[in-house]
C-alpha cells in the first residue's frame, strides 16, 4: 500500500539556519508529492507539491524535489524564520481518486 | 474568498456519549473529506464525498461513525457511541473537481474532541 515516513520531531532551529525535513515513500504507480503546513492554531495548507519524477515544488523560500530512485521527497530551506515554527506533513497521492496520505508529522521550532 | 468553515471548535463528552460535527466547505467545491488528526499521527481520511455521494470510506468506522452530505453542501460526521480512542482532531478538507494532479485541499481549522 501506499504510506509516507517522515523524520521525527520536533526539529529545533535557530533563526537564518539551514532546514532540511526528511520524506520518504513507498507507492504503487506515479504518485504526486505534497507537503502540507500546519501553523499553530490553523488548518493544514499546501506549501508546495511536485507530480513526477525530477520535478520540484517551490514556495516561501522551502523547495521539495521528487527523486524517484531514492523514492524522497526532503524539504529544505537555506534560511529559517521564527514565523516559519509550524508542523509539517509530506503526503502523496495516487491516480484518480485515491485518497492524500499522510505522513506523521514534524514539528519545527525556530528561535530567534 | 471565505475558506472551510466547521464547528464546534472543541467538544468534551464522556465515552458512550453522542457527537457531531459540521462543516460547511468553500463555496462551489463539489469534493469533501472528513479525516482524523489523533495527536503525533498525521490526518487519516475517514470519508470522502463527491457531491453527495461517497468516493471512499473505506476508514470510517461504520458501527459507530456516519456522515452525510445531503444536497452536496455542508456536510456531519457523526459519532455513536464515543470511545476513548476516538480522541482526536476532526478536519474537514474541500476541493473543486479536477485532475488528482492539480486538485487541491483546503482545510478547516478541526474540531477537537476529547473523550473522557
Known amino acids: 500500500g501506499n504510506s509516507v515516513t517522515q523524520m521525527e520531531g520536533p526539529v529545533t532551529l535557530s533563526e537564518e539556519a539551514f532546514l532540511t525535513i526528511n520524506c520518504t515513500y513507498t507507492?504503487?504507480?506515479?504518485?504526486?508529492l505534497f507537503w502540507y503546513v500546519q501553523y499553530p492554531g490553523e488548518g493544514l495548507q499546501l506549501l508546495l507539491k511536485a507530480t513526477k519524477a525530477d520535478d520540484k515544488g517551490s514556495n516561501k523560500g522551502f523547495e521539495a524535489t521528487y527523486r524517484k530512485e531514492t523514492t524522497s521527497f526532503h524539504l529544505e530551506k537555506g534560511s529559517v524564520q521564527v514565523s516559519d515554527s509550524a508542523v509539517y506533513f509530506c503526503a502523496l497521492r495516487n491516480t484518480g481518486f485515491q485518497k492524500l496520505v499522510f505522513g506523521t508529522g514534524t514539528r519545527l521550532l525556530v528561535s530567534p | 474568498e471565505a475558506g472551510v468553515a466547521q464547528s464546534p471548535r472543541y467538544k468534551i463528552i464522556e465515552k458512550r456519549q453522542s457527537v457531531a460535527f459540521w462543516c460547511n466547505p468553500i463555496s462551489g467545491h463539489a469534493t469533501l473529506y472528513w479525516y482524523q488528526q489523533i495527536l503525533g499521527q498525521g490526518p487519516k481520511l475517514l470519508i470522502q464525498f463527491q457531491n453527495n455521494g461517497v468516493v471512499d470510506d473505506s476508514q470510517l468506522p461504520k458501527d459507530r461513525f456516519s456522515a452525510e452530505r445531503l444536497k452536496g453542501v455542508d456536510s456531519t460526521l457523526k459519532i455513536q457511541p464515543a470511545k476513548l480512542e476516538d480522541s482526536a482532531v476532526y478536519l474537514c478538507a474541500s476541493s473543486q473537481t479536477a485532475s488528482h494532479t492539480e486538485r487541491k485541499l483546503f482545510f478547516g481549522s478541526g474540531t477537537q474532541l476529547s473523550v473522557l
Open positions: 507507492a504503487t504507480g506515479y504518485p504526486s
